[in-house]
């Protein structure tokens, strides 16, 4: 299980007027990913082996719509590399089993083949 992680840190409009500067890379988005730990969570996944899950960050309406829009991105890339692929929404149950093991707020995933 690996955690990607947007905007690894803090926004500020300060740091991100700097940005048009010469030179100045401040206020520029940063990620990372990171090991989380070994999990099988492949009976969540409908017998896929290979999945992105993505989770919510905060308690909103609104990071739900940023899953969905985020899935259909996954889609088109997908489908303009050929990759096989598949989707699924967790249920309330299923997200809660996904918490205990670790991957906390699961809406979405998606199945690749």
Request: proline share 2%; aromatic share 16%; charged share 15%.
């Amino acid at each position: 299980l690996f955690q990607y992680l947007n905007w690894t840190e803090n926004f500020s409009f300060l740091n991100r007027g700097l940005l048009y500067f010469p030179k100045w890379t401040r206020g520029n988005p940063t990620h990372d990913m990171f090991f989380v730990k070994n999990l099988n969570i492949t009976s969540h996944l409908d017998g896929f082996s290979t999945a992105i899950i993505l989770c919510r960050t905060e308690e909103t309406n609104r990071s739900l719509w940023e899953v969905g829009y985020m899935l259909e991105n996954m889609y088109l890339q997908a489908k303009s590399l050929g990759i096989s692929y598949s989707s699924k929404i967790f249920k309330d149950y299923e997200t809660n089993q996904l918490a205990n093991a670790g991957v906390n707020e699961a809406v979405a995933a998606l199945l690749l083949t």
